[in-house]
């Protein structure tokens, strides 16, 4: 089992800049696959990267691909989110997930441990 916390979201102008992380309780979080998701207002939550337990292998939405990557540290349990170039439309609440195989999927019924989110706004 493993416990997610997001930090690193905040208010941006459009062309800036964030880096989100998302920090794993429990020893065996080098194990886990972690995936980022959006949720705006009124929408379905929509995948963004995920990368796989030793990092590997990644994979990235067609929005943000080119303007954002995805990494991590398994000795400091973290796995992070830079965001380059950022977009009004990239305005929602981020969230992490994590499940314990070796797939970089981008679907959010395979990940069965879920963080909070961290709201990130971006102004035109």
Known sequence: ?????????????????LRLSCRGSG????????AWFLQ???KEREFVASTTPTGSTTRYSDSVKGRFTISRDNAKRT????????????????????QSFAY????????????QGTQVTVSS
């Not at 020893?27 to 972690?34: D, E, G, M, Q, T």
Request: glycine letters at 14%; a negative charge.
């Open 1 to 17: 089992q493993v416990q997610l916390v997001e930090s690193g979201g905040g208010t941006v102008q459009a062309g800036g800049s």
């Open 79 to 98: 796995v992070y989110l830079q965001m380059d170039s950022l977009k009004p439309e990239d305005t929602a609440v981020y969230l992490c997930a994590a």
């Open 27 to 34: 020893h065996a979080f080098s194990r886990y696959s972690v």
């Open 104 to 115: 970089a999927t981008n679907n959010p019924e395979n990940f069965g441990y879920w963080g």
């Open 40 to 42: 705006a207002p009124g």
